[in-house]
């Protein structure tokens, strides 16, 4: 299957700072990448999706000016966390479209202190 | 955001025993995949599914895609330890130009050695 890789694994940041995550998509090009944020013994919930060129569109209740996304291009997006507090720390996935169907990075763990 | 409904919730299996779990919608989804994830990492796609009615296997693992287009079903045989993880289903839908996925509920499984 394809390879999608995320940076950093884990981040340990102070609240009130920004953090950045990345998404690259290794083995092909991906003109769709998709956000996730997973509470412990939760699911999958979408965030918002990347779409190369243009803004992402967020999900019902994603604030876009907490969580900047920017796919610059058709292996990369980036999620910024803004002025992060503890209340963010999660399990941050992406995922890459390919033809018909996603494929998943290895997540990010946030810890806010 | 919209969840599948699946099920079972966690199930406790001796090694060698099948399983068997499912994933139902009040909507209907042009693709339905399957996903195992282990603690820490992301989802990893075990089986696709693209066409109502169709029976795909993968090693150990069959699934299949509901005729109504609404459900779906994951079989594993003679589990063993390794089998061990959170399965997730998910549903595909095109949704403003790009494939959008809704993930089940995850059903967790233990196999005793």
């Known amino acids: 299957g394809a390879v999608v890789s995320q940076h950093p694994s884990r981040v340990i940041c102070k609240s009130g700072t920004s953090v950045k995550i990345e998404c690259r998509s290794l083995d092909f090009q991906a003109t769709t990448m998709f956000w996730y944020r997973q509470f412990p013994k939760q699911s999958l919930m979408l965030m918002a999706t990347?779409?190369?060129?243009?803004?992402?569109?967020?999900e019902q209740g994603v604030e876009k000016d907490k969580f900047l996304i920017n796919h610059a291009s058709l292996t990369l997006s980036t999620l910024t966390v803004t002025s992060a507090h503890p209340e963010d720390s999660s399990f941050y996935i992406c995922?890459?479209?390919?033809?018909?169907?996603?494929?998943f990075g290895p997540g990010t763990r946030l810890l806010v202190l | 955001g919209q969840q599948l409904n699946q099920s079972p919730q966690s199930m406790f299996i001796q090694e060698g025993e099948d399983v068997s779990m499912n994933c139902t919608s009040s909507?209907?989804?042009?693709?339905w995949l399957w996903y195992k994830q282990d603690p820490g990492e992301g989802p990893v796609l075990l089986i696709a599914l693209y066409k109502a009615g169709e029976l795909t296997s993968n090693g150990r693992l069959t699934a299949q895609f509901g005729i109504t287009r609404k459900d779906s079903f994951l079989n594993i045989s003679a589990s063993i330890p390794s089998d061990v993880g959170i399965y997730f289903c998910?549903?595909?839908?095109?949704?403003?130009?790009?494939?959008?996925?809704?993930f089940g509920t995850g059903t967790k499984l233990q196999v005793i050695p």
């Open positions: 990347s779409n190369e060129g243009s803004k992402a569109t967020y």
């Open positions: 998910a549903g595909q839908l095109a949704s403003g130009g790009y494939q959008k996925v809704t």
């Open positions: 909507s209907i989804f042009n693709t």
């Open positions: 995922s890459a479209s390919s033809s018909k169907t996603q494929y």
